[in-house]
């Protein structure tokens, strides 16, 4: 019986991309299945009854979804971000999950670059603002994301510094940037800080009062990584106190309406995370799924694993 690999986004994929997708996957005799828009997680979990791989987005694969597919082998997270996949659930069911990293990381980049010009330039309020060029750029976690920001930082002239606990200094200073020695240095010596990293038990609220508080004056917090490693009410609270600060972020706040009341003119966020929101991230990290799927089924390939065997 034909393999059937499941794409499950309510926020679909770029009809293109679906196309690129199916080729890939009925090349090899496999049967491809698409679900979109579907909008309760009953309806996903009755989707994924009888099939052997499952490529998603932003959709959450809990570990009911886990456990009601009962022929599941492969998830591909279609992104960098895997904290919508229930990881213990695969590992207990043998279900192997994966990532695409680095498919989206001009595309976040590129974001990041276009919310701190709009943040320098006063929100496009008609007033004076300031210029990027020459301006210490922090990145907070050196991975795909980190090092697509350091490259356009470099074109735009910026003093380039980064912080990643497990990235090599050699690494780092390869690139033409200055590694620092802790999240401190970081956030204490510069005038923008970029935001990279991922939800974790231990960086979950890290990105509070006392750290964003090291900022130089007219400090800049750029967030494109994910809301749940900012402690929003001790960030409100410094926003409160330190009139000269501004955050703007890609993943909308659960305090969006008393940040926007109490910082206004200081803070923007987008209505829903847009960092990978564009055509060629959209095609190219469908098309990687597709091709990490083939390669597991025909080799036993688990290069972008994320789970515990």
């Not at 300031?130 to 090092?147: C, D, P, S």
């Not at 204490?188 to 750290?211: F, G, Q």
């Not at 409100?236 to 706040?253: A, F, G, H, N, S």
Request: net charge neutral; hydrophobic share 40%.
């Amino acid at each position: 019986m034909a393999k059937k690999v499941l794409i499950a986004t309510d926020k679909p994929f770029a009809a293109v991309a679906v196309n690129g997708i199916r080729e890939i996957v009925e090349a090899q005799g496999y049967e491809l299945v698409v679900l979109e828009k579907y909008g309760t997680q009953e309806a996903l979990i009755e989707a994924v009854a009888d099939v052997d791989a499952m490529i998603i987005r932003s959709d959450k694969a809990t570990k009911e979804v886990i456990d009601a597919a009962k022929n599941l082998k492969v998830i591909v997270r279609a992104g960098a971000g895997y904290d919508n996949i229930d990881l213990q659930a695969c590992t207990d069911r043998g279900v192997v999950a994966m990532n695409t990293p680095g498919q989206n990381s001009n595309a976040v980049a590129e974001l990041a670059f276009g919310m701190m010009i709009m943040a320098v330039r006063n929100f496009y309020n008609g007033k004076a603002g300031t210029e990027l060029m020459g301006k210490k750029l922090g990145i907070h976690a050196y991975g795909n994301v980190g090092r697509n920001v350091a490259r356009i930082a470099k074109g735009i002239g910026m003093d380039i510094y980064a912080y990643d606990a497990f990235c090599p200094k050699e690494a780092i200073k390869a690139d033409g940037v200055t590694p620092v020695d802790s999240a401190e240095e970081l956030y204490k010596n510069c005038d923008v800080v970029s935001l990279h990293i991922p939800a974790t038990p231990e960086t979950r609220k890290s990105i509070n009062y006392d750290l964003v508080n090291l900022m130089p004056k007219n400090g800049l917090l750029v967030n494109t990584a994910r809301k749940e490693v900012i402690d929003e009410e001790g960030l409100l609270k410094l926003m409160e106190e330190r009139q000269d600060l501004k955050y703007v972020t890609d993943i909308m706040p659960e305090k969006n309406e008393e940040f926007a009341a109490k910082c206004a003119g200081r803070y923007f966020s987008t209505p829903k995370k847009m960092g990978a929101q564009t055509a060629e991230a959209n095609i190219n990290a469908g098309i990687a799924a597709a091709k990490q799927i083939v390669a597991y089924f025909k080799d036993g390939c688990e290069k972008f694993r994320v789970n515990k065997k």
